[in-house]
């Protein structure tokens, strides 16, 4: 799975590498995954930047988080297991792709996922009204502001009056997940003369408005995603080497970093050394790395 994995190091590799070459893809990393983890009803999204080999001037540098490689978007369970892992536009937040991070993870997890969380740009409003009205999913993240007052009685009106474009809005988007990319990067969608994106937006400060009176351990939460990524990071140590892939194979190299926790976990889990915390860490791995 290592991206600087090379055949000729042993013997023992030889045989593998047709299978290798044709058989390990981004889907079928995904299908090991749902074979590994269980149902969930709630998962964490954050984005860690990965630092790279800058190869030339064109080499892709992340504004958000100041790298030059790659920006993994990943979605973790609360037990730090992770459910999903691609890569991420240098000038796009979370909230951006929220539907084709729930579209994954709902595969991954056949539809057991209810709620979401991350920090405030993880949790905006268009996001959480896109992703409830997709797939159900309700956001309850760090938001930077609590809405102090409900909508006005003229705009809850418009969206029981537009209820059936909401609906169409989630159809479309469950069909076409890019579609949520779009929503959220417009300030303006008509169609017949109605705001849709409007519409969406109140939507979401409805949901969040409702969640920002519930108490949530939203430190732990957030605590839980960064041990992940630290985690994370150490897999990349396993896989051995710098970011140096073609754009069309991010997808692949994430996902097989995920893979290697998870094995991790199950290595853990097999041996009986399950805590309160989350079994998944590199305390009693031994690496053999070929010369």
């Not at 730090?80 to 994954?104: F, W, Y």
């Not at 108490?215 to 897999?235: C, H, I, M």
């Not at 080497?241 to 976990?265: A, C, N, P, W």
């Amino acid at each position: 799975m290592g991206r600087n994995f090379r055949f000729r190091d042993s013997e023992r590799f030889w045989n593998r590498r047709y299978f290798v070459q044709r058989y390990i893809t981004e889907a079928t990393l995904k299908l090991e995954l749902t074979f590994i983890q269980d149902s969930i009803e709630a998962i964490i999204i954050d984005t860690m930047g990965i630092e790279g080999r800058k190869k030339s001037i064109l080499a892709t540098y992340h504004g958000r988080y100041h790298t030059i490689g790659q920006a993994d978007l990943r979605a973790v369970s609360t037990d730090m297991l992770p459910h999903r892992s691609g890569g991420c536009r240098s000038t796009d937040s979370e909230a951006m792709n929220i539907v084709e991070i729930m579209k994954d993870v709902q595969e991954i997890c056949g539809n057991s996922v209810r709620l979401y969380s991350g920090d405030s740009h993880t949790v905006s409003r268009i996001a959480a009204g896109m992703a409830f009205l997709s797939f159900g999913v309700i956001a309850a993240g760090r938001i930077h502001y609590k809405p102090k007052k409900p909508l006005s009685k003229g705009r809850i009106a418009d969206l029981r009056a537009n209820i059936h474009i909401l609906n169409k809005v989630g159809e479309l988007q469950r069909a076409e997940p890019p579609l949520g990319r779009v929503m959220a990067k417009r300030k303006h969608v008509y169609v017949d003369g109605v705001n849709v994106r409007k519409l969406v937006d109140d939507f979401g400060y409805l949901v969040l408005s409702n969640v920002s009176r519930i108490e949530l351990p939203l430190n732990d939460l957030g605590q839980t995603v960064e041990k992940s990524n630290f985690l994370k990071r150490k897999a990349r140590i396993v896989e051995r080497g710098i970011t140096r892939m073609e754009k069309h194979e991010t997808g692949l190299l994430l996902l097989s970093g995920e893979l290697v926790l998870s094995i991790v976990f199950l290595y853990h889990l097999l041996k009986g050394r399950t805590t309160p915390a989350s079994p998944l860490n590199f305390a009693d791995i031994r690496l053999i790395i070929p010369a």
